[in-house]
Structure formats: C-alpha cells, structure tokens
C-alpha cells in the first residue's frame, strides 16, 4: 500500500515521466538490455531519491528490469505528487508527498525500508542510517546500496571510519560521469532555473555570491558570470580559492561579501554558512538560497531571531524584515533546483541515472564478494557510459594506433 497525496494526479505526472524517458538515452539503451535479462527479478529495491520525474523513470527501468521497487522522496519539498501518482498508477510502492512535516519524511523512509530490501539507492544518507540505526535486523539480507550525493558520501565515510557501515555502499557520486557532468552543469543550470522561476527577477548586473567551491559551486558561479552577474566566492580551502580566482571570480570571507550580495547561494554541505552576523551587514532586497543537501547553511533560527516570523510574498518567497530591510529566502532554505524546479536536466540526470541502475547490478553480480566499505564504482562503467553518451550525442572519438600504444608504454 502506497503513501501518497492524490492518485487521480497520475495523468499529469504520467506526462511528465514521457517527456524524461525521451531524453535519457543512456538510461534507455541499458534498460533495452536489462528489460530483456531482467537482472534484478525477485529482488526489492528500495530508494530514497528526490522523487521527480527523472527517478520516477529510473525506478520504471528498475522495475521493468524485475525488480519491486518501493520509493520515497529524499526532501520534503523536492517530491512532486503528481509524480508519485503516476508510479503508483504502475505498480510501484510509493510512500512520499511534497511538504511532508519531519514526522511524515521520517515515517515515509521507515515504510520505505519495510519493503525489506535487498538492494538500495540513497540520496544524501537517510536511508542508510536509518537502516543501520533503526532496522539493523534487515541488514544481513541487503546486497549494498549506492549513493547519490556529495553529502551522503561524508556522512557514510563517517560510518565507515567508525567501523559502522554494514554493507558495500557504492560512491556513485564519486564517478566522472557524475560530478563532472551532474554537480558543475547540473547544479550550474537548475540552480538558476529555481532562482529564475522562484523570483522571475533579472541576474545580469546584480552580485551573485557563491558559498562553496566545490564541483556545484563551480557550475553556479560559472553560469552566474554567463547570465551577466560579477560572482564573489566564499571558501575555506585554499587551493579551491585560487582555482576560483583563476576562473575570474573575486574571492573573499562571507563577512565581507555579506555586504556587496545581491544573490546569495550556498553549495558547502556544511552548516551555519550565513548567519546573523551576515544577515546585519547585508542589503535591502538581498536574496538568499541553498543548493546543498541539508537546509542547515542558511541558518533560519537566526533569521527568525532577528526578524520574528517570515511573510510568504510568492510562491517559494520568504520576506524576512527587521530593522529598514527585508532579507528574502528562497524556498525555506531548501535545495532550491528541487523545491523551486524540477532538478537537473534530463540529458544530465540520464547518465547519472545510467551510473546508479550499473551500480545496482555490480552489487548484485558481485554479492557476497565486496567488502562492508565505501567502494568506487569500476571505471569499466564509467566508460561505458560515457560511451553510450557520445553515441546518443552522435559523436565519435579517435582511438589509439598499436603503434601508439607502444609509445605510450615505452620510455626509453
Ligand atoms: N533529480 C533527481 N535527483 C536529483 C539530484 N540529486 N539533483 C538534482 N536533480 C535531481
């Protein structure tokens, strides 16, 4: 039994998952094997991923390929319900809905693990310490699970240094078809899209702060300057900081880039990024999002603090006024590519998506043979995605001579 807001949403939601599956070629060239060999029959796999219609098709490929797929959303406001009507529609067990309290999403990932998995798939860690925390008993029958996200992956690494981690967990995350191609231009496009959508204000002209570095931070600051915005970057690592400067963007603390900010977006994975200290020094109007994991890096109990509770001024708009101005935060401080859009696009989330089903299948032909770690996945199918993706593109590569081989090898 499914655990979601309105099944007669399911037409709209069914829409939207044709529109993805016509632009997720590499997803669909495996899935013409898999629904063929169909690896995964008699298995149950559960997922915990933000529930759009990108996932929705992949846990359609999923299920096609034999497996029962049991699926909930990894963020309170990234699940669309029409979405999770339309899978329902097809056979697969749902328990999520777009603003669940904490209860709900807590009470959502338990009826997610009751499914008994023997596989999973994880976005951000929930589920898997959820598993470990509060369903230990179903341990022994998991095969592994894969992880999505940058943050999953800390918090995983984090187990696994304590010796906690109970089963091979695959760093999907960690494979050049991911960061490379979902957290620079994927995070770079959505970002903006949500920001877009959520204000329909212009980003040419205006300062855009990037908080973080990293693969995200870099996609976002680079379509910023292409949108006509100059980008000030906050970091903590130096070398991630000179990489920025060489990029062209202006590198500085928060404290002081609190008050030049126009756009204010955060991409660490870390907590207390802004807080009331930034908030005091920053412009009338300055706009405030999140595009990492956790809605912990723009701290809203200090901006609850300094201005009591906030107005709602459109839709994923939040006015917070104290003093003679107004903060606005965009989408409570949640990813705002998910709450306030739809994620990334299809083409990127294809082969994301490509990576996550390979994954699965490497646990399952691989089981009772991988350590209880963090594992890369094997560079075998990172290639072998990237290849279906230059084909899907229509483009070929050149390949190396035996003469060239032998240069390669020799050093004399
Ligand atoms: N769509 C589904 N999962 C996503 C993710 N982790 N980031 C962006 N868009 C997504």
Not at 103 to 118: F, I
Not at 120 to 136: A, N, S
Not at 264 to 284: A, L, P, Q, S
Request: proline letters at 4%; glycine letters at 8%; charged letters at 25%.
């Amino acid at each position: 039994m499914s655990t979601i807001r309105d099944a007669s949403l399911a037409p709209a939601g069914k829409m939207k998952i044709d529109w993805v599956r016509e632009h997720m070629p590499v997803l669909n060239e495996l899935a013409k094997d898999f629904r063929q060999s169909k690896p995964f029959t008699g298995l149950r796999i559960a997922i915990c991923l933000h529930l759009e219609a990108k996932t929705a098709y992949m846990a359609k490929v999923l299920q096609e390929s034999g497996a029962e797929v049991t699926i909930t959303g990894s963020n309170p406001l990234s699940t669309q319900d029409d979405v999770a009507a339309a899978l329902v529609a097809d056979g697969i067990t749902v328990h999520a809905w777009y603003g669940a309290t904490a209860a709900e999403y807590d009470e959502h990932l338990q009826k997610t693990l009751e499914c008994e998995p023997h596989l999973l798939i994880d976005d951000g860690g929930d589920l898997v310490t959820m598993l470990h925390t509060r369903y230990p008993h179903l341990l022994p029958q998991v095969r592994g699970g894969a992880e999505e996200t940058t943050t999953g992956l800390v918090r995983l690494r984090s187990m696994a240094a304590e010796g906690a981690l109970k089963i091979p967990m695959m760093a999907v995350n960690d494979a050049y078809c991911k960061y490379l191609f979902d957290n620079r231009y994927g995070t770079g496009q959505s970002v903006w899209d949500g920001i877009m959508r959520a204000t329909n204000l212009v980003v040419a002209g205006k300062t855009v702060v990037v908080a973080g570095y990293g693969w995200c931070g870099k996609g976002v600051a680079m379509r910023a300057r292409g949108l006509g915005a100059r980008v000030i970057v906050c970091e903590i690592d130096p070398i991630k900081a000179v990489e920025a400067v060489m990029d062209g963007h202006t590198v500085m603390p928060m404290l002081e880039a609190a008050e030049y900010g126009d756009i204010f977006i955060t991409v660490t994975g870390c907590r207390d990024v802004i807080t009331r200290e930034h908030y005091v020094r920053m412009k009338n109007g300055a706009i405030l999002c999140n595009a990492g994991h956790f809605d912990v890096e723009v701290n809203k109990n200090d901006l609850r603090e300094l201005a009591g509770e906030p107005q709602l001024v459109r839709r994923n708009v939040e006015a917070f006024e104290f003093g003679s101005k107004r903060l606005y935060l965009l989408a409570e401080g949640r990813l705002v590519n998910l709450a306030a859009a739809d994620g990334h696009p299809a083409e990127i989330m294809d082969m994301s998506f490509a990576l996550q089903v390979e994954a699965l299948h490497y646990l399952n032909t691989n089981y009772g043979q991988l350590p209880n770690e963090v594992l890369p996945l094997p560079q075998s199918v990172d290639d072998k995605v990237a290849r279906h993706k230059l084909a899907a593109l229509g483009m070929g590569i050149d390949k190396l001579t035996p003469e060239q081989e032998a240069y390669l090898q020799s050093w004399k």
